[in-house]
């Protein structure tokens, strides 16, 4: 057990109060559901990073997932710092765009053609002013704990930070736009159908996370994915597959290789930038080709495809391969069996998710296939656990709705002390 030392972070973060709301520039980060001080960082190497106190921590959020290859990897550093010396931005075409969207291709095949830009929330929105261009409708389908990024279409009952601080729609989205987007239950197989039935001619998209990550990992189902791309299929709606998140972590292929579905649109961020802002949407060559300047559904961006963010990506996907999923996916599964045994022998209900190197340790019985089971699970116990696993050196997302991650860089060695340190929060939590 390490002593936590916030002096450094509590100064560090009542200056931040000062000049950005709640000190961040995301909310998630602020620990406000967690209560206490977030942790200013200094710099991470590997799995590790360490805090402005000089605190050393096993690191499972890697940014929010993008950190694939860990932190501050060498070759991407190396390469990071060639292509910066020879700039950071034309605004003009770059062999390095083409680079990235034919190392995506090869191993997302469905995404035919891409277009890049600078983040998930810009990838989503883009896919969707798509959708609703190509199909010349309005209403889009969305599903309960789903997060797509925020904007204004998508900020209903969206999951992540909405769903962390109890946000169903977002103050500031026109009723008129929230009237478009139509929610039903995660996994409702029934529920879609009568959607369908009820709407079908008017719906442009459906826009899901094939493996859901903003609610902690829930998994959707075969059937559920499935009937998504018949209904679709069947009353000409466009099934966006949002795997910002999912994509080259469910798998390397994203959740659509793990499951075979194949939607029209994806829409990518995360790994595909290894640490740099990038986000991406693509798919069907005809539906992509409704773009400026060959179609004219608008869309552009000053730094989309910037060379430092295209050279992020291209030396992370190139270092990774099938054999890396199946060594971490392992390591994932011993993890969360290890959780589990510590949870079981301690008392404490709970239920693990992993898909591929995605995992969740939900402080519930079970089972979680929905937005409202992990909102019955136990917070303040998570609460508790969350300082004590950082009292032990392990840094985990800061709340129920977000997901864990690990890295290329994750030792058997870190997995063991890991669920050594949930045995010892667990213990310290039900004294
Ligand atoms: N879509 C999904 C599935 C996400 O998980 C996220 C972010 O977590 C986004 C979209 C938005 O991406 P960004 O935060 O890069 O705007």
Redesign the pocket.
Known sequence: MQQLHTKKSAAAFEAAQKRMPGGVN?PVRAFKNVGGTPLFIDHGKNQHIIDIDGNTFIDYVLS??PLILGHADDQVVADLKKAAERGTSYGAPTPLETELAELVHQIIPSIEMIRMVS??????MSAIRLARGYTHRDKIVKFIG?????SDSLLVDAG?GMATFGITTSPGVPDALAYDTLTVPYNDTAAVKELFAHHGDEIAGVIV?PV???MGVVPGTQTFLQTLRDETTAHGALLIF?????GFRADFHGAQGLRGITPDLT?L??VIGGGL?V?AFGGKREIMEAITPVGNIYHAGTLSGNPLAMTGGISTLKQLSDADYVAMEKRVAALTAGIKHQADKHGIPMTVHHVGTMWSAFYSEGPINNFADVQACDQELFEKCFWQLLAHGVYVAPSQFETCFISTKHTDEDIEKTIEAYGAAFAAATR
Request: aromatic share 6%.
């Open positions: 995301s929010w997932g983040s998930g929330t810009e990838a989503t789903n997060y797509h990024g925020h992540s996370e859901a990550g903003n949002d795997e910002v998140m999912s829409t961020g995360k802002p986000g």
